[in-house]
């Protein structure tokens, strides 16, 4: 998996780097066929909302999954969005296991 983590109006640590893959590993774990991950950390400053944001662009077999969030904490936010992000990956693994097996009521009796 190819993973890139960027900042933006923020200097991406090695602790960040390391607390996004961390959570992002958990991810893997469900589903093998992740190609690309890109994760965009920020700190808006304005007025009106004062926070952090993380969001994440998720490229894996079969769609393209985003997730964002925003917290006034940037390690509560990458929380957020990695949970959003594992939902969204088991939603699509269900979708993607087949279910067309025949329903026992209408197998062939023998």
Do not use: W
């Not at 923020?10 to 780097?17: D, N, P, W």
């Not at 993380?54 to 904490?73: M, Q, V, Y």
């Amino acid at each position: 998996m190819k993973m890139t983590i960027s900042g933006h109006h923020i200097e991406v640590t090695e602790a960040l780097k390391s607390y996004v893959t961390a959570k992002l590993d958990k991810i893997t774990s469900h589903f093998d066929d992740v190609v690309d991950t890109k994760v965009t950390l920020s700190v808006e400053k304005h007025k009106e909302k004062d926070g952090k944001h993380a969001e994440c662009t998720l490229h894996i077999k079969g769609a393209d999954l985003f997730a964002e969030s925003s917290n006034a904490d940037l390690y509560a936010a990458i929380d957020d969005m990695a949970a959003k992000l594992d939902r969204q990956v088991m939603r699509h693994k269900e979708k993607m296991q087949d279910h067309s097996k025949e329903a026992a009521k209408r197998a062939p009796v023998l």
